[in-house]
């Protein structure tokens, strides 16, 4: 089940996202195309084990590992979930707290893989964790909202409870499955803190 886009007007102008999208874009300019990748992920992504061992020197890479990813469609898949969530999200917060709950989920989903994987020494790279922040938040925030979505070939209308739900599902389903390369766990505390946190930082919701 692929979303298109959700059917929830957005009433001003998300230039957060605007700039998050860019910085993404811009980040994978870097990697791929100005230097050596291998380098870069190394050096820039959130490694648990090196954080554990120098929080100090090593905590830019919480912030520096959301904006690298591991492949063309790594960075477009991330940026297809933004766009589509995330407009309505920051319309709802406002720009300055947009930012800040961005910013905080990667960090709490960043950490929710390293409890996971007994602090690895392993990169991890992507804005996943931030965004599954934001999915989090949005089924919160509009859970009636209908995501319209390709099941198959099919387009079907679907609502966010239950997209976000499936979406949640598969998140556990592949990490029970051993599939690896993916961090299942960022998404999943991801989408855990943003749920819980929405509410404190909802200025219509308080």
């Known amino acids: 089940m692929f979303p298109l886009h959700d059917i929830n007007r957005a009433h001003r102008r998300p230039y957060v996202l605007y700039l998050l999208v860019v910085l993404n874009l811009l980040g994978f300019f870097y990697t791929y195309f100005l230097t050596d990748p291998a380098y870069v992920i ?11 061992a120098d929080p100090i020197g090593e905590w830019p890479t919480l912030l520096t590992s959301m904006f690298l990813h591991g492949g063309l469609l790594h960075l477009l898949g991330n940026l297809w979930f933004l766009w589509v969530f995330g407009d309505n999200v920051e319309d709802r917060l ?3 707290r947009f930012l800040l709950f961005y910013l905080l989920g990667g960090v709490a989903a960043a950490f929710a893989q390293g409890l996971i994987s007994g602090f690895a020494d392993i990169p991890m790279i992507g804005a996943s964790g931030a965004i599954s922040a934001l999915l989090g938040a949005y089924v919160v925030l509009y859970p009636r909202a209908l995501i319209l979505s390709l099941i198959g070939w099919i387009p079907v209308l679907v609502p966010a409870v239950v997209y976000l739900g499936y979406w949640l599902l598969i998140q556990f389903l592949g990490d029970f499955m051993g599939q690896e390369g993916i961090a299942f766990w960022a998404h999943i505390g991801g989408f855990v803190v943003g749920a819980l946190l929405i509410r404190t930082f909802d200025p219509v919701g308080r």
Do not use: E, K
């Not at 190394?42 to 554990?52: E, H, I, N, S």
């Open 94 to 96: 406002g720009h300055a």
């Open 42 to 52: 190394q050096t820039y992504g959130f490694v648990p084990a090196r954080f554990l």
